[in-house]
């Protein structure tokens, strides 16, 4: 209603301003490398949903049918797990009918977990034969992640539905012990455990958490240890822990001598991070690191972080070009580059003050301003 009583408040022929934001978004969008336009729209649907709900399901209804064109499964997977999260905001038969297409499309987003955990809680009637379509739909060569999702799915109908759930269970198994699986040994025997558990009641096992943990660093104890003491053994240690060290010397309550020094501090960290493998971790620390230089006024090695910045997000994802429609992680592809922008907005940074040009962070930072203009307001980001 306020939305309407606005529109009307505008002179004849007057354009709302988020309506003249969101054709800049769209226009870059259709400039992005594949998976990140994908993203672009998805994004703009969020940021204008509260108050332009039509709006918002045409974007994410181009955001899918362009999604369901690419080949890879895993993009599929991330990028419609997104669509059908935003769509369920704006209109939820809507996305109850994206999660039935998702079945035979995207096997192994996390959305047909999440929609099935809902199917259960909320239409237990139609539990049954939901669950019967993700046994018959598993793929015939399974993947590992495609095999998990189904263990995920048993587990939760486990008490509900017995019966299918031993079928699916055995489903599973035999997928997992047939020759040409393309998982490894270890992978094998961890989804034949899994599988176990499932039937003894158990939770299905996650891996990635301790994955992650074994990935991590050890980073050596500084307690006690003066400013040149700390930076001396950074110096010795692997890349991302001689970062983190680094990094804590640039804490507001640590006593750095002079802001030149932290300047000098925060650029020998930047020049570390290209060692990094080009993933999130090296998003995160330029990122931060370009924005410290900029505020500490060392705008020559701010520029240098921003050139860094943008071969990292061409690496990142592949997309030295315009044919980039594979996502090889698990993580929506746009969500380090929309960090960056929120947190550079939250400074009152603008891309091209670093002398950072990017179309995806472009569109970005526009996203960020149609959300202001179509609500008035905007997310703040606190990560850094």
């Not at 704006?90 to 047909?112: F, K, P, T």
């Not at 698990?330 to 550079?344: H, R, S, T, V």
């Not at 179309?359 to 307001?377: F, N, P, W, Y």
Request: proline share 6%; with cysteine.
């Amino acid at each position: 209603m306020l939305a309407t009583y606005a529109l009307l408040l505008l002179a004849p022929g007057e354009v709302p301003e988020w309506k003249l934001l969101l054709e800049r978004v769209e226009a870059l969008a259709v400039s992005e490398p594949p998976v990140l336009g994908v993203d672009t729209r998805i994004r703009a649907a969020h940021a204008i949903a509260s108050k332009q709900p039509g709006e918002a399901r045409r974007l994410l209804e181009d955001a899918a049918s362009l999604t369901y064109s690419f080949t890879d499964a895993n993009t599929r997977a991330v990028l419609l797990n997104d669509v059908y999260h935003e769509m369920a905001q704006v209109n939820r038969a809507a996305a109850e009918e994206l999660a039935a297409n998702m079945v035979w499309s995207a096997y192994r987003a996390m959305a047909l977990r999440t929609h099935f955990e809902e199917t259960l809680a909320r239409k237990p009637e139609s539990a049954a034969l939901e669950f019967a379509q993700l046994i018959s739909a598993l793929p015939s060569k399974a993947t590992v992640e495609e095999v998990r999702q189904l263990l995920y799915c048993a587990q939760m109908a486990r008490a509900r539905l017995p019966d299918l759930t031993k079928e699916a269970l055995a489903k599973a198994r035999g997928a997992v012990k047939d020759r040409g699986f393309p998982g490894e040994t270890a992978e094998r025997e961890e989804l034949l455990a899994a599988i176990a558990a499932v039937e003894a009641g158990s939770p299905v096992p996650d891996e990635r958490n301790q994955k992650k943990k074994d990935e991590e660093p050890e980073t050596p104890d500084v307690k006690g240890m003066d400013e040149d003491e700390v930076v001396a053994l950074a110096r010795k240690q692997p890349p991302l822990a001689a970062m983190a060290m680094l990094l804590s010397l640039l804490e507001d309550d640590k006593p750095v001598a002079t802001q030149a020094r932290r300047s000098a501090i925060a650029w020998e960290a930047l020049e570390l991070s290209p060692k990094l493998p080009p993933n999130d971790d090296r998003l995160v620390v330029q990122s931060m690191l370009t924005r410290r230089l900029f505020t500490y006024g060392d705008l020559e090695h701010a520029a240098a972080g921003a050139r860094m910045l943008a071969e990292t997000y061409q690496r990142r994802y592949d997309c030295e070009s315009a044919a980039c429609t594979t996502i090889k992680l698990n993580d929506n592809p746009g969500e380090p580059i929309m960090d960056f922008a929120e947190y550079l907005l939250d400074n009152g940074i603008r891309p091209a003050d670093l002398g950072l040009h990017h179309i995806s962070l472009d569109a970005r930072v526009l996203v960020l301003d149609l959300e202001k203009a179509a609500t008035g307001k905007r997310k703040r980001f606190g990560l850094f």
